[in-house]
């Protein structure tokens, strides 16, 4: 038996713990601690205590407080006794050793990216590490960062999360928005996935969602703007709309597959902060 100091319901409170078989982190390779622990509460007390263990549970949990360690909830259970003057319930609880999973800066290929908002988590079926980030760039770091989001000849790269592992994951870019800011700056909110070897055809059940209309819509739009700049350019050189001019204007309309380029344009967002939830 041990003893740990965990903050709940209101104060730092002590309890007598039984050690288990410790885990290895999936985000940092290293070995976690685990515990169980019983304990009676009250019943008006109940719903209080069920809210702060429901809110340690998971990667992105607000971890219980202990006096050198943090912790996650992994199990709990609950039974309870009538009593001469109220319910009591008793509580078996299993909790994991938590983790700080804030990255100090994201290498991806190589680039070093500064997070200014940062999360990552195992996806549901347990398989692979995703993870999304906020960050800003200018000048050539916001050029190499463009070409290795485009680049569909290098689909993987080398991942490095420092501050939370200097192993490099292979990982591929998935959802990467990005806003433009008055000082030429911009803002990208870039989500990557390390399910290198995995089937395409075992991603998302929402990866087909709006589809195939919507890469029709996106094609048909940026044709429609290619037409424009052509018929703007031939009114502004010759004066007039001649019959060759029409004929450029009415090929520059035919949809095509875009560029990596002309795609890129459709993750712009006025407001990248709404997509940060």
Not at 48 to 70: S, V
Not at 191 to 215: C, H, I, K, T, Y
Not at 242 to 258: G, I, N
């Amino acid at each position: 038996m041990t003893t740990i100091s965990i903050h709940l319901l209101g104060d730092t409170r002590e309890f007598k713990t039984n050690e288990l078989i410790p885990v290895t982190s999936l985000h940092t390779g290293r070995p976690l601690r685990r515990v169980a622990l019983e304990f009676r509460v009250p019943a008006q007390r109940v719903d209080e205590l069920n809210a702060e263990l429901k809110a340690a549970t998971g990667d992105d949990g607000d971890l219980l407080r202990g006096a050198d360690t943090n912790w996650s909830v992994s199990e709990q259970s609950y039974s309870y006794t009538v009593g001469a003057q109220s319910d009591v319930y008793t509580y078996k609880v299993e909790l994991q050793e938590g983790e700080d999973l804030q990255a100090s800066t994201v290498e991806v290929g190589g680039l070093a990216l500064p997070p200014s908002a940062y999360r990552e988590w195992i996806d549901r079926e347990g398989k692979y590490l995703v993870l999304t980030f906020v960050t800003e760039t200018a000048g050539e770091e916001d050029q190499r960062l463009e070409e290795l989001v485009v680049d569909r000849n290098a689909r993987y790269f080398d991942v490095i999360r420092r501050g939370i592992s200097d192993t490099p994951t292979r990982m591929r870019f998935g959802r990467c928005l990005w806003q433009e800011n008055d000082n030429g700056t911009k803002r990208h909110n870039l989500s990557l996935v390390a399910d290198e070897g995995q089937e395409d055809g075992e991603s998302s059940a929402f990866a087909l969602l709006n589809q195939p209309q919507l890469d029709r819509t996106t094609e048909a739009a940026v044709a429609n703007a290619r037409a424009l700049a052509v018929l703007l350019d031939e009114l502004q050189t010759q004066g007039v709309l001649p019959a060759e001019a029409a004929d450029r204007v009415k090929a520059a309309a035919v949809s095509r597959e875009l560029t990596a380029q002309e795609g890129r344009q459709f993750s712009n967002t006025y407001d990248l902060d709404q997509y940060w939830d």
